[in-house]
């Protein structure tokens, strides 16, 4: 099994995400209460092919990514009140855990073979690195979506580089912003 640069398998969870109502605040949680940086921050910004459930969405997030060990933390805030993966249905927003992220080598078939469970697609989109993500809706049977992240040289990279920045963090620099 191919190990990924910020130590994870390929195909392995590596991401657990919290939708949060406010990012800066739950960037500072974290760092004060459990000690979890630096945080790399992206937003405000609109997904450029974003699509939940099938429909173009013009929703507007910010996300922070940081690591505790190999594993990622991702807090996402949403801005506005469009349907989206992070607000469906509309009514009273729901913070907490959202979903499990896994970088994987075969995205089509993960895809496919999450479907084929029964677990629709909620969410798809391209990050900046030119890699596919889709959010796979578990929660018939799990307590979270799975979001597929395909691997490309650049998301691994991206990955790595904010792991390799936790390691031996001295709590300086907690905040830090990415281009959006």
Do not use: K
């Not at 939940?52 to 190999?70: E, I, L, M, N, P």
């Not at 080598?105 to 690195?129: C, H, I, K, M, N």
């Amino acid at each position: 099994m191919m190990r990924l640069g910020f130590g994870q398998p390929a195909g392995a969870l590596c991401q657990f995400a919290y939708v949060v109502e406010d990012i800066e605040a739950g960037m500072s949680d974290f760092v004060e209460r459990l000690g979890v940086g630096p945080w790399f921050v992206r937003g405000p910004f609109q997904p450029p092919a974003a699509r939940y459930r099938g429909r173009q969405t013009d929703a507007v997030f910010s996300v922070a990514r940081a690591f505790s060990g190999h594993a990622m933390l991702e807090l996402i805030q949403q801005h506005d009140d469009s349907p989206s993966v992070f607000h469906e249905n509309g009514g009273p927003r729901r913070y907490g855990f959202h979903h499990w992220a896994i970088m994987t080598t075969t995205f089509d078939e993960d895809v496919q073979r999450y479907s084929t469970l029964g677990y629709d697609e909620a969410f798809f989109d391209r990050l900046p690195s030119g890699s596919r993500v889709v959010y796979m809706d578990a929660r018939r049977d799990l307590p979270g979506m799975i979001e597929l992240v395909e691997h490309t040289e650049g998301q691994e990279r991206l990955y790595s580089q904010i792991q390799l920045a936790s390691v031996g963090w001295d709590g300086t620099d907690p905040i830090r912003r990415e281009d959006s």
